[in-house]
């Protein structure tokens, strides 16, 4: 309620610039989206430019037209999400195998199509050299390697992606929590 209360008083004089600095700490996913939905309807309906500081870059990803990566006082990035997004590239392809003792052998066929990358235990992630496009041959080449999968899961580049890019940084909740390199969000802050 007092973030409510805190954007309500920040649009009472209509202002035509809107400075928010992390807005959704604290939120439950339900009052984030709410933030999410009337934040983009400033921008969208009444025209209001919106300055958001946010660590949390799925938040940018959907909000902002622009995005800069601040890392220790400096913009090491900025553009469109989307433009960011498509430096890093290649998506990422992680794959448990149906018999963990399988993993090795999984790895290894994943290697053709693509740089490893690090994956939680029991599984093998790559990133891959030709994009969306070489999924169907990875499923091909594991069925005549005979290796069942027990999951199969593609992550698009994100900006989290973006972050470790370049600054060359491990995310804070990602090597607490042990894990792999396609994390869920960023302590860096984010100005859009």
Same mark, same amino acid.
């Given at each position: 309620?007092?973030?409510? $209360?805190? $954007?309500?008083?920040?649009?009472? *004089?209509?202002?035509?610039?809107?400075?928010?600095?992390?807005?959704?700490?604290?939120? =439950? /996913?339900?009052?984030?989206?709410?933030?999410?939905? @009337?934040?983009?309807?400033?921008?969208?309906?009444?025209?209001?430019?919106?300055? $958001?500081?946010?660590?949390?870059?799925? @938040?940018?990803?959907?909000?902002?037209?622009?995005?800069?990566?601040?890392?220790?006082?400096?913009?090491?990035? @900025?553009?469109?999400?989307?433009?960011?997004?498509?430096?890093?590239?290649? #998506?990422?392809?992680?794959?448990? #195998?149906?018999?963990?003792?399988?993993?090795?052998?999984?790895?290894?066929?994943? @290697?053709?199509?693509?740089?490893?990358?690090?994956?939680? /235990?029991?599984?093998?992630?790559?990133?891959?050299?030709?994009?969306?496009?070489?999924?169907? =041959?990875?499923?091909?080449?594991?069925?005549?390697?005979?290796? /069942?999968?027990?999951?199969?899961?593609? *992550?698009?580049?994100?900006?989290?992606?973006?972050? $470790?890019?370049?600054?060359?940084?491990?995310?804070?909740?990602?090597?607490?929590?042990?894990? *792999?390199?396609?994390?869920? *969000?960023? /302590?860096? #802050?984010?100005?859009?």
């Amino acid at each position: 309620m007092k973030r409510r $209360l805190d $954007l309500a008083l920040a649009l009472v *004089h209509q202002p035509r610039v809107l400075f928010l600095d992390e807005p959704t700490t604290g939120l =439950d /996913p339900s009052s984030r989206s709410d933030l999410w939905e @009337e934040v983009a309807r400033l921008a969208r309906e009444d025209g209001v430019t919106v300055f $958001l500081t946010t660590q949390y870059l799925e @938040e940018a990803d959907v909000l902002a037209d622009r995005v800069g990566i601040i890392d220790a006082g400096r913009i090491v990035a @900025e553009g469109s999400p989307e433009a960011l997004k498509d430096e890093i590239g290649r #998506p990422a392809l992680e794959v448990v #195998p149906r018999d963990p003792r399988q993993r090795d052998a999984l790895a290894a066929v994943l @290697e053709r199509f693509g740089i490893p990358a690090t994956a939680p /235990p029991g599984a093998a992630a790559v990133r891959l050299n030709g994009g969306n496009d070489a999924l169907a =041959d990875v499923v091909r080449t594991l069925d005549v390697e005979g290796i /069942p999968v027990g999951d199969f899961q593609l *992550h698009a580049p994100s900006l989290d992606d973006v972050f $470790l890019a370049r600054t060359g940084k491990q995310l804070a909740a990602a090597t607490q929590a042990g894990e *792999h390199d396609i994390p869920d *969000h960023a /302590p860096e #802050p984010v100005t859009t």
